[in-house]
């Protein structure tokens, strides 16, 4: 589904997503596409209608990096993609790559999650 009309006066949401392997991240980037937990849809669904806008900074676990940003261009639907070879994710959703470069977490750390007892964002 497409992105509603703009949304003035709404939040911005961020998201850190965490893939475990850089093939996923690949694949995001070569197709415009991703795909989540179950556990994670409806908060994403419910951000991608309730905000302005969705931003979701990925990173590999154990990385030590962030590997880029994109924004979310579409609810989640009910399509699986075989992409990810994992009965454990959900459906698959747009998204539009904005940045693409590997940047360490260290460039990061004076940035601070207020809704995570202020730890860093990594």
């Not at 709404?10 to 991703?34: A, D, T």
């Not at 154990?62 to 994109?70: I, L, P, R």
């Not at 261009?73 to 590997?102: A, H, N, T």
Request: aromatic letters at 14%.
């Amino acid at each position: 589904s497409k992105s509603p009309s703009p949304r003035q006066n709404r939040p911005v949401r961020y998201f850190i997503m965490k893939s475990s392997n850089l093939q996923n991240i690949e694949i995001s980037q070569l197709k415009g596409i991703w795909s989540t937990t179950p556990s994670n849809e409806r908060k994403l669904n419910g951000a991608f209608w309730e905000s302005s806008a969705v931003y979701l900074i990925f990173s590999v676990q154990g990385s030590g990096h962030f590997q880029g940003f994109a924004r979310m261009g579409s609810s989640i639907g009910c399509e699986k993609s075989q992409d990810w070879g994992s009965s454990g994710f959900g459906g698959v959703f747009k998204v539009e790559w904005i940045r693409k470069e590997s940047i360490p977490f260290q460039f990061a750390h004076h940035l601070l999650n207020p809704w995570n007892d202020n730890r860093k964002v990594q």
